[in-house]
């Protein structure tokens, strides 16, 4: 294996908090109500598309309603406004500062509607300690696409070998593996940063652990 030189992030479900379910309980649908609203919204094509940005909101709501015609009010109810959708994780700064200071470049690969990354603003706080990155929104592609991981590593000039990929979704996960990166589904800020250090105890010179 060679030398790691870049972790590389998701974003929603990772860096920030995605929970879909009590953002839409909060908005007063109960879970029968917030199952069809899933059902017919994150479980169809067209959110990829969305994500994509190939459906502008008014076309992405047509389609979700498509799907279920009876419930178009809520449907727009749900997804007049995603404030709050994604919210930040208390463990993501200090776990970017902490890389860069063990010297790894950072970054981010990430499937986000541009409306999300518009109206969750809260949940990015942590930019300003990121080197870069790629979000779908902005490339029209979603994981787990080959293609939208070979744009980000000709895009940054990276080796897939060098770098670490951190996703909670599996199927990202095996893709980037595929394609030389090292993979790690997150499932918990502490298991994750039991992996990180296990992983890069022997590639830093100091002692210093990584920190979440």
Known sequence: MKDIKNIVFDIGGVLARYNITGFLAEKGFDKEMIRRILKASLMTPYWGQFE???????????????????????????????????????????????????????????????????????????????????????????????????????KFHLKAEECVFIDDTEENVIQARKLGFIGIVFRSPEELHKQMNELLDNERETDEKITC
């Open 52 to 154: 994509r940005d190939e459906l502008t909101e008014e076309e992405a709501l047509q389609g979700f309603a498509s799907v279920d015609p009876e419930i178009e009010e809520e449907l727009r109810t749900a997804f007049l406004s995603v404030e709050g959708m994604l919210t930040s994780q208390e463990f993501a700064i200090p776990l970017l500062k902490s890389l860069k200071a063990a010297g790894y470049g950072v970054y981010y690969l990430s499937n986000y509607s541009r409306k999300a990354f518009e109206e969750c603003g809260e949940s990015l706080s942590f930019m300003p300690y990121m080197d870069d990155g790629i979000v779908s929104f902005k490339v029209k592609m979603t994981k787990p696409d080959p293609e939208m991981f070979r744009l980000f590593l000709d």
